[in-house]
């Protein structure tokens, strides 16, 4: 039940994302707001969680995107997966290191993506897209955290206990 309220979270960040944040983005860059759900889900919950729910937000993007079908699907899925891994390594409690966290994932979200582009033929120079896309998207998706932090945490925590409770 709780990947469904996720993935709500995640098609109305999309949806934030696709017309507040794209009619004003600063230099062109609209923050990954889908990803914040797939990162914190993966990162308090564990990789099974993050890479099924970065599948299913991944396709929301593909569908609302309308091309290259599965590519963000894939680049979101890989990336819920590889947050996942970091579920019992780090502390959770510190906002600012889940920031850096997600700067972290949301850089290796846009390289996987870029990566992709590339394999489906689509030229892709390697310094802009860097410099001008990947890391100032990465920064600006990381810029969210520290208010959503404890939000996300009081829920995913009241959400554990429930589910330890039966």
């Known amino acids: 039940m709780r990947i469904l309220y996720l993935l709500g979270y ?40 993050g890479a099924l729910l970065g599948l299913w937000a991944g396709i929301l993007v593909d569908i609302a995107a309308g091309y290259n079908l599965g590519q963000h699907a894939l680049a979101t899925a890989a990336t819920g997966y590889l947050a996942g891994l970091a579920h019992n ?37 390697p310094a802009p897209g860097l410099g001008r896309i990947i890391l100032p998207t990465a920064l ?19 959400s554990r206990w429930r589910e330890q409770e039966y």
């Open 140 to 158: 600006y998706t990381a810029l969210f955290v520290p208010f959503l932090f404890r939000y996300f945490y009081r829920w995913f925590y009241r």
């Open 10 to 49: 995640c098609l109305a960040a999309l949806f934030l994302q696709m017309t507040l944040f794209a009619a004003f983005a600063p230099g062109g860059i609209v923050p990954c707001l889908y990803l914040l759900p797939v990162v914190l889900a993966a990162f308090w919950s564990g990789r099974g969680e």
């Open 89 to 125: 390594k780090i502390y959770k409690e510190s906002a600012l290191l889940l920031t850096l966290f997600m700067f972290l994932a949301a850089f290796v979200h846009q390289l996987l993506y870029y990566l992709l582009l590339g394999l489906a033929g689509v030229a892709v120079s």
